[in-house]
C-alpha cells in the first residue's frame, strides 16, 4: 500500500480548466485568387476577404470574379456596407455587390441571372437590392429596401427553384432579419461565374463606395 500511495502522489497535478481551441474561421472566399478587371482602379483587395469600392458607376466597368459552377439551387452568404454615396435621379449608382452570372464579361443584358445590389436613390439614401431576370425584365432594380451608410449588413442571397431572394439581417449571427427581399421574375439557368462586385449597373451621374466581404458559399 505505501508503494501505491508513492505512486499517486507523483502523478502531476491536473488543471480543472481545459484549453478549448477557437473553431476554425469560416471557409470564407479568398478574393485575392479571383480575376480582378479594374481599369479605373476603383477597386482594393485587402484583407483577402473584403474588396472595397470606391465611387463606382456606370462607366467604371470593373469587376472582380472567378469560375464556379451553380448548377441549380444556391445559397451565398455575404456581409455587405455602403460608406459613401451620390445620385442625382431614383436608383443612380446601382451596383452590384454580389452576383451569379453565366459570363466573364457582365455588359450583357441576359446574363443577370442574379444578384445583390446597393444603389442610392435620391432623398433617400442607399438601398439593397435584388435582382434576376432576362433582358432587364422589370424594374431594376427590382425590390429594394433602404440602409443606413456605415452599418454592416449580413446578407444571404439564395435561389430556391429558379426563385431568388435576398435576405438582409443585421446581426453576424443572422438572427435579427431587416427584410426579405424576393425577385418577382424567375430564373433557373445554371451559372458558371461569382462575382464579388460588379460595375456598370447604374447610371453615370450616381455612385456608391463600400465594400462586400466574408463571402460563403453553400
Known amino acids: 500500500m505505501s508503494l501505491l500511495r ?9 488543471s480543472s480548466s481545459l484549453v478549448v481551441p477557437p473553431p476554425p ?8 485568387t479571383y480575376t480582378e478587371v479594374d481599369p479605373d482602379g476603383k477597386l482594393v483587395i485587402s484583407p483577402d476577404t473584403r474588396v ?3 465611387q463606382i458607376n456606370a462607366v467604371n466597368m470593373d469587376w472582380l470574379y472567378k469560375t464556379r459552377s451553380f448548377p441549380g439551387d444556391y445559397s451565398i452568404d455575404f456581409e455587405v456596407c455602403c460608406t459613401g454615396h451620390r445620385g442625382n435621379i431614383s436608383y443612380n449608382g446601382d451596383f452590384y455587390c454580389l452576383a451569379v452570372m ?10 443577370y441571372l442574379g444578384g445583390a445590389i446597393l444603389c442610392e436613390e435620391l432623398g433617400v439614401g442607399p438601398k439593397l437590392g435584388v435582382y434576376q431576370g432576362d433582358g432587364w425584365v422589370g424594374q431594376f432594380p427590382q425590390v429594394v429596401q433602404s440602409v443606413n451608410q456605415g452599418q454592416v449588413y449580413y446578407c444571404t442571397l439564395e435561389r430556391s427553384a429558379g426563385t431568388l431572394r435576398l435576405y438582409i439581417y443585421t ?9 426579405t427581399l424576393t425577385s ?3 430564373d433557373t439557368r445554371a451559372g458558371s461565374y461569382i462575382y464579388a462586385c460588379a460595375g456598370g449597373a447604374g ?4 455612385w456608391v463606395t463600400g465594400y462586400t466581404q466574408n463571402i460563403l458559399i453553400s
Do not use: K, M, Q, W
Open 25 to 32: 474561421p469560416p471557409p470564407y472566399e479568398d478574393l485575392t
Open 171 to 179: 446581426d453576424s449571427a443572422r438572427t435579427s432579419l431587416l427584410a
Open 184 to 186: 418577382p421574375t424567375t
Open 102 to 111: 453565366d459570363t466573364s464579361s457582365p455588359f450583357s443584358s441576359d446574363h
Open 6 to 14: 508513492i505512486v499517486v502522489s507523483s502523478l502531476p497535478e491536473i
Open 52 to 54: 472595397t469600392y470606391t
Open 203 to 206: 447610371e453615370e451621374n450616381g
